[in-house]
DNA sequence: TTCTTAGGGTGAGTTTTTCTCAACCAATTT
DNA sequence: AAATTGGTTGAGAAAAACTCACCCTAAGAA
């Protein structure tokens, strides 16, 4: 019969995806965070979703979106096709010839805590190919593409990831500003150095050492860590230290930390993986 | 920190869907058809895959593909995921304010067999909106937005369809024609009217009947049944009717069927539906 | 109040992806 | 040898997806 065949499309897969992720996450901007592409992607990916069904999904609210009560009822669903899908990917990667192992992790952390330990990592596993994905946000393993993460995380119970060290920060310097600073107040004259990321990690250890912060005081923002870090050391300021980054500084004297008060910010230094990984991290851990 | 964020993306959703329709259905064309496009797009779906993969999924023949060994482990991986996603987007129309039902069907079922029943349907369910289309092969209801499918379709034991007719064919013609025709050789002088589709009838019919078509027989094509059907009315040849698309033009007289002998086709006229509306089929085949 | 911030929405213009089309093969089958 | 089946290819076209720059609103801060 030769019919021309117009058959009806279902909705775009990469609109149902763009759902899923608003609506696990409970926004566009962080939905388009997961997907790497702009919020206004997210914004026209679920209005072509809203058109094809004919019912809005989200309600629109100044501070963000809400869930439909239909939106709602149907998120498990796509949630739990999304991670069959994920699975049936990440099968599909092991395909590949050489084994391939992608880690995600905080650009510090991938520079300050990852660097020095990956070449054990790689003398461990020769047949491995190891790579490595600065990222701001922890990946969604079941979703993206990678095999382990380290991030700066609160240690939920729920959660089968590894506490490698929990976070504690403390101001520290080059050893030639040391002297000048016996109490808290000695701070003030100096320049605050402040990760753009980590900016409230002065707030958290001022509020714990029962230091008022002047609003005087000279700060100097970074959109590295390990930028601010390499003030630190050339004696431009105080950086706020994270003991599980600056370890090395510290051992090595490049650094001092002046006071003896440490803040524990709640978080951990968390290294998950992918269920394939999870004995080579073992593995990897139990040598820290 | 703001660094550029290259998220590595994964596999092109509609790669993989591409590989999943060719690996389940075993063929590239197949997959074309279900998928609505060109078997061309499908062989660059399953390249831009392999590529990223870095190993062939298909084994290339001259007849045709076979799944590596690899390729078929992955596959049910895949199937259940886009089954489940095939489910969440049923439930996604679902939301759509008035309830609408999308039927599926042979071309020449949905003018035939079809259209005649359409009334009664609407007029049971008002609240409804009814639609058709048109295809040459029945679509996977758990995949495609279709809810009821009507095709003629091999009655295996396997699925939930209802068979609503099992499927016979017999020589028809206008009624001044039926009088030469005492014998199966009576047809040799005739025109023998053939849909492309069907164009295997008349050799089934001719075996059932012990006639032995001789080569010299004019025959006439048409590229829908349903305009075979209208020439057969007009006295330019005999048809091969099939009993459930062509009753009403022996009811009315149109037609007549000038031999007694009837073939089975193996098919039957099978309608299938989505399970949520497995109720509303139901009640409509006990009315038939 | 007036500012500022957080989160979205918009539409134009661009980039990427996907698709079609029209050959072209290579192995069967007739 | 010719037709058939099923896949492949590359160019060009169409559609989808994305970015960018700017607008909007509500809520909290000053």
Redesign the pocket.
Known sequence: MAVSPPRP?GP????LR?FEA?ARL?????A?EE??????????????LEDWVGAPL?E??????RLTLEGARLRPAFTTAFDKMGAAVHALKELSRTPRVHIAALPSVAQLWLSSRLPRLRAEHPQCQFSVTALEQPPNLLREVFDWSVFFERPESDSKGIVLEHDEIFPVCAPHLAPSIKTAHDLTPHTLLVDDTWSEDWDIWAKEAGWARPTGVKTARFSLYALALEEARNGAGILIGHASLIRPDLEAGRLVAPLPMQAATGLALMLRTTPQFQAMADSFVTFE
């Open positions: 499309k775009p897969l990469n609109a763009a608003a409970g926004g566009f901007s962080r388009a997907l790497g592409v702009t919020p206004g992607a997210i914004t026209q990916h679920i209005k072509t989200f629109r609210r100044s501070q963000g979106v």
